[in-house]
């Protein structure tokens, strides 16, 4: 039976490729994986397909490549792009990850997610966290599951009901509030309250906060009561 299993070592690291659709390289996540190769050597080969596409280990690779080391590899003819995040226990996935990947492969709704996540945190000055956006733009008044949904390729965004979140977010930020409005719990009532009044009125929105500070709860169900009793008050006002 032919074996499935192939060991090397090189330096000759033209021979490698990087995976498209795997995550970006981690400078921190190098580092600290650079920092042990060089106080006890590399003990961990990396994985390979048939056509030296890095599989498992592209930290490790990045770390030896930049100290000149010889790469010790394993070619596995069954390993697969599709088992990349499961491979690597490490340093877990995250949903950008997730998100970047699908992206890369053609997936549109995670293309949008991306292209405006980036936007936002640039809008906001860093505030507004590119893994929020992700959350904030799935479909669905709920942010549970994003991860899973991500996982199985089955992410949908609802732009309208993200930009018009984002809006309020945003002229929230300029306002006295007892946490920041770029904070998931506030962003999660939000996106809840988006649902719940079939949008938000921006001039509500501002009515409701532009006199009054607003309280921060601990519990995200209690944020959710407070805030939308405030701005069920507002629409009623500005009527």
Not at 41 to 48: L, Y
Not at 143 to 154: A, D, F, H
């Amino acid at each position: 039976m032919a074996t499935k299993w192939h060991l090397g070592e090189t330096k000759n690291y033209d021979r490698f490729k990087f995976v498209e659709s795997n995550r970006d390289i981690n400078d921190n996540n190098v580092n600290k994986i650079e920092q042990s190769i060089l106080e006890i050597g590399i003990q961990v080969p990396i994985v390979v397909n048939d056509n030296y596409e890095i599989i498992e280990g592209q930290h490790r690779f990045v770390a030896l490549r930049r100290n000149k080391l010889v790469v010790p590899y394993i070619i596995s003819t069954s390993a697969s792009e599709k088992y990349i995040a499961r491979l690597q226990e490490s340093k877990k996935w995250n949903a950008i990850d997730f998100c970047r990947s699908l992206a890369t492969k053609g997936n549109i709704d995670c293309q949008i997610a991306l292209e405006l996540a980036d936007e936002w945190n640039k809008h906001s000055k860093g505030k507004m966290k590119l893994a929020s956006t992700i959350e904030l733009l799935m479909d669905g008044k709920g942010y549970q599951g994003v991860l899973t949904k991500l996982k199985n390729n089955e992410y949908k965004v609802n732009i309208e009901c993200g930009k018009n979140v984002y809006d309020a977010v945003d002229l929230m930020s300029n306002l006295d509030m007892g946490t920041t409005s770029y904070g998931q719990k506030i962003i999660r009532t939000l996106k809840r309250m988006y649902h719940e009044f079939n949008g938000l009125d921006i001039d509500a929105i501002e009515h409701m906060t532009s006199n009054n500070y607003l309280k921060a709860y601990s519990n995200e169900g209690e944020q959710f009561d407070y805030m939308a009793a405030k701005y069920n008050r507002s629409l009623k006002a500005i009527v």
